[in-house]
């Protein structure tokens, strides 16, 4: 069992930053990646970014150049900076991790920190 434990969401005006944080415990393997997915009301989850334990990382096209993420591996723990917010970014952010190497184990989230961005 995995639990990851998520802060720094909140509100901002459009420009603006945030840094998101994701913190993980519990039997985690090496090896595993861990990223961040948004949800909007009404729209399907999708994946922002995410970087594996090896910092190979993915990004949507929609963030590419603004958002980055990164991760300290003796920390079990990801972060996502968030730079030039635009109200497009307003949405639920979930942290996720999953072991990528162990497929038969599943996925975990975190409980998710609201990010509205607007004036």
């Known amino acids: 069992q995995v639990q990851l434990v998520e802060s720094g969401g909140g509100f901002v005006q459009p420009g603006g930053s945030l840094r998101l944080s994701c913190s993980a415990s519990?039997?985690?393997?090496?090896?595993?990646?861990m990223g961040w997915y948004r949800q909007a009301p009404g729209k399907q989850r999708e994946l922002v970014a995410d970087i594996s334990s090896r910092g190979s990382t993915n990004y949507a096209d929609s963030v590419k150049g603004r958002f980055a993420i990164s991760r300290d591996n003796a920390k079990n723990t990801a972060y996502l900076q968030m730079n030039s917010l635009t109200p497009e970014d307003t949405a639920v952010y979930y942290c996720?991790?999953?072991?990528?190497?162990?497929?038969?184990?599943?996925?975990?989230w975190g409980q998710g920190t609201q990010v509205t961005v607007s004036s």
């Open positions: 519990g039997s985690i393997f090496s090896i595993n990646t």
């Open positions: 996720n991790l999953r072991h990528t190497h162990y497929s038969t184990l599943p996925d975990y």
